[in-house]
């Protein structure tokens, strides 16, 4: 404690606590009505003005009350009321996000660097990738097989169907690389040895 004001018997006064809503002279600093009530106005059954009522407007309460709301909710749309009119019927049915990506990366020709290594036997070859968006693989092991969807030969731009033998990266539960979607034609590969 300091010594200040208790030699004279007198105690120092206290000093307010600076606070956000209190001015440096300790009044509450009060918030303008109008930022948080707005004019609502009715027209009565006579088509004069209606005396003009504040009411509370709270965006806190609107957005709370839009949480637990669906798209369709809020649109006042009823699900009964889209279903009448075939909408459901003609919906298709949705993949998982995992096969809507491979999709999306197979349809694209891959700008990546592809060099063959080796031939390990008659299904097992060795390939390096390179590409800036799905890394670099140096000596990855692709497998031959069959297509099970269609896509675009990751070497020449060829379009693969489903059925074609083709060579893809191998992988394994645990680890799968980033160029897993990616197929070269087994034909092509085995042209250019």
Not at 14 to 34: S, T
Not at 61 to 76: E, H, N, V, Y
């Given at each position: 404690?300091?010594?200040?004001?208790?030699?004279?018997?007198?105690?120092?006064?206290?000093?307010?606590?600076?606070?956000?809503?209190?001015?440096?002279?300790?009044?509450?600093?009060?918030?303008?009505?109008?930022?948080?009530?707005?004019?609502?106005?009715?027209?009565?059954?006579?088509?004069?003005?209606?005396?003009?009522?504040?009411?509370?407007?709270?965006?806190?309460?609107?957005?709370?009350?839009?949480?637990?709301?669906?798209?369709?909710q809020d649109s006042k749309l009823a699900s009964s009321d889209k279903c009448?009119?075939?909408?459901?019927?003609?919906?298709?049915?949705?993949?998982?996000?995992?096969?809507?990506?491979?999709?999306?990366?197979?349809?694209?020709?891959?700008d990546a660097v592809i060099t063959f290594v080796e031939r390990f036997g008659?299904?097992?070859?060795?390939?390096?990738?390179?590409?800036?968006?799905?890394?670099?693989?140096?000596?990855?092991?692709?497998?031959?097989?069959?297509?099970?969807?269609?896509?675009?030969?990751?070497?020449?731009?060829?379009?693969?169907?489903?059925?074609?033998?083709?060579?893809?990266?191998?992988?394994?539960?645990?680890?799968?690389?980033?160029?897993?979607?990616?197929?070269?034609?087994?034909?092509?590969?085995?042209?250019?040895?």
């Amino acid at each position: 404690m300091s010594r200040i004001g208790t030699a004279t018997g007198t105690t120092p006064e206290p000093r307010p606590r600076a606070h956000a809503n209190r001015r440096a002279n300790g009044e509450p600093e009060l918030r303008r009505k109008e930022t948080l009530y707005t004019d609502l106005r009715s027209e009565p059954a006579g088509g004069g003005m209606a005396p003009v009522t504040p009411a509370l407007h709270d965006p806190w309460t609107a957005t709370i009350s839009r949480l637990g709301k669906s798209p369709a909710q809020d649109s006042k749309l009823a699900s009964s009321d889209k279903c009448d009119k075939g909408a459901c019927a003609a919906r298709p049915a949705r993949r998982n996000a995992t096969a809507e990506r491979a999709q999306a990366a197979a349809s694209q020709h891959s700008d990546a660097v592809i060099t063959f290594v080796e031939r390990f036997g008659a299904k097992s070859i060795s390939i390096t990738w390179r590409d800036s968006t799905a890394g670099r693989y140096t000596e990855q092991l692709w497998v031959r097989r069959i297509a099970r969807s269609r896509g675009v030969c990751a070497l020449t731009g060829a379009s693969i169907v489903r059925g074609d033998a083709v060579y893809g990266p191998f992988s394994r539960p645990s680890s799968r690389p980033r160029n897993m979607s990616q197929m070269i034609l087994a034909d092509q590969l085995d042209d250019l040895e």
